[in-house]
């Protein structure tokens, strides 16, 4: 009479052994397919990361270079600077660091420089204060020639026969060439203030040596 029932409950006691296995197969498949998806996200996230870290250490690096050229230069520029202030670049003291605020292309700020260098290097005509400077150069260079033609003749004179004849001729070449003269000390003043002896000062020097050969020749005629 019990042996029905016993069948019955082991029947039961296999079903529902079947229906936890298979719950259990269907979790362990979920659980596995999760970390599956956890797995290949985690690989996504790391090759982002590595890519992210490549991306950042090449920017460090272009970084570093571009320090490297930018102080580089600066360096070279302020060497230039030093080497054109002369004695007082001592007050200049190292070059400057970089600023906190600084912005932009530090590129195009060092190409400002450097034409900025560039003009400030290139030698101006000689300013208007050293036209008495200029007009003194031209008499003293006439008064010169004036002096050496006065030699020849008096050369001439004393030895007389062919320098007698020849030495006044080389006196008046002499003495006509005095304007011109006075254009070396003019051009060493322009050297000594880094200017150009243009056009404008070289006609004081002219103007003012031609004015003092012409006055030395009428007096002394």
């Known amino acids: 009479m019990n042996e029905p029932v016993a069948s019955d409950t082991y029947a039961a006691h296999v079903r529902r052994l079947a229906e936890l296995t298979g719950r259990v197969r269907a979790q362990r498949a979920e659980a596995q397919a999760w970390h599956d998806q956890q797995c290949a996200a985690?690989?996504?996230?790391?090759?982002?990361?590595?890519?992210?870290?490549?991306?950042?250490?090449?920017?460090?690096?272009?970084?570093?270079?571009?320090?490297d050229r930018v102080d580089a230069e600066v360096g070279h520029l302020w060497a230039e600077l030093r080497g054109r202030v002369g004695l007082g670049a001592r007050r200049l003291g190292p070059p400057p660091g970089p600023a906190r605020d600084a912005g932009g292309d530090p590129v195009a700020s060092l190409r400002g420089v450097r034409d900025l260098l560039d003009r400030a290097g290139q030698p101006g005509e000689l300013p208007g204060s050293a036209n008495p400077l200029l007009a003194l150069c031209g008499v003293a260079g006439a008064l010169l020639a004036y002096a050496l033609g006065?030699?020849?003749?008096?050369?001439?004179?004393?030895?007389?026969?062919?320098?007698a004849a020849g030495m006044p001729v080389l006196a008046l070449v002499v003495t006509l060439l005095g304007p011109l003269v006075g254009l070396a000390p003019a051009k060493r003043l322009a050297d000594r203030r880094h200017a150009l002896l243009g056009p404008r000062p070289a006609a004081i020097v002219l103007i003012a040596g031609l004015a003092t050969t012409v006055a030395l020749l009428v007096a002394t005629r």
């Open 42 to 67: 985690a690989d996504r996230a790391v090759a982002e990361a590595a890519e992210q870290l490549r991306r950042a250490e090449a920017e460090v690096a272009e970084a570093r270079a571009m320090v």
């Open 150 to 163: 006065a030699g020849a003749r008096a050369l001439g004179v004393r030895y007389g026969g062919d320098l």
